[in-house]
């Protein structure tokens, strides 16, 4: 039995030639959809730069007042210990203002997960990927800290007024606030150095902080 292959209409030169332009067709459609796809990155990935560069700045703004701010409120969380071992010990205190200083803005890492979820972080540069991954992981460590924190301030605004009004067990609960607002000012203040450290490596804006706030932080219990 043989097998007799269809010859082309118009011989096979002509029909070489016919696949080859279909080729060249295909090719010529691949590499513009390559073309394209690169400029859309490119852009999605100078759009995000920008984006994520304003975002860190305003978290950086946050992590520079923190970072001044902590051996004042250190000190502030001095001043209540002893008014709440004076409350304990019966003796004389003045009316407090307001216990509570100023704690900082909220900090957000909304634009880093969105552009997790559009798949922009995978054009990155990887070694500057790594160090923005370690910063947001560990900016969202200090938001954790600073809800904790807030909580223990909270707790520790039932001085306001006049203080000799709290019995023993207020004290107790005073006094383990007190501890916790302490652990998380420390906490927050080591991680917000190392995150203007790290901006710095990533050629984020890092800002100075705030003289007018700190001011206020830094002012004595009143």
Known sequence: MHFHLPRP???WREFAGEVGIIVLGVLIALTFEQ??????????VRQAHAEIRAETGTAN?????RAAAEPCIGKRLDSIS???EN?????????????????????????WQAQRASQTLTHFDQSELNLLGFYYHQLESVADAVFRE??????????DGDPSRLGAEDIAGLRRSLQHARFENYLIGIISREELERATQLH??????????????CAPLA
Request: charged residues 20%.
């Open 82 to 84: 002893q008014v709440i």
């Open 35 to 44: 073309i394209a796809e690169e400029i859309h990155w490119s852009q999605a």
């Open 150 to 159: 807030d909580g223990a301030w909270s707790d520790l605004r039932v001085l």
């Open 87 to 111: 409350v304990a010990a019966h003796k004389g205190t003045g009316r407090i203002e307001s216990i509570g200083p100023d704690i900082g803005n909220g900090i957000s890492d909304s634009t």
């Open 204 to 217: 984020l804006p890092v800002a100075s902080p705030n003289k007018a706030r700190l001011a206020g932080v």
């Open 61 to 65: 703004r946050f992590f520079a007042f």
């Open 9 to 11: 209409l118009h011989g």
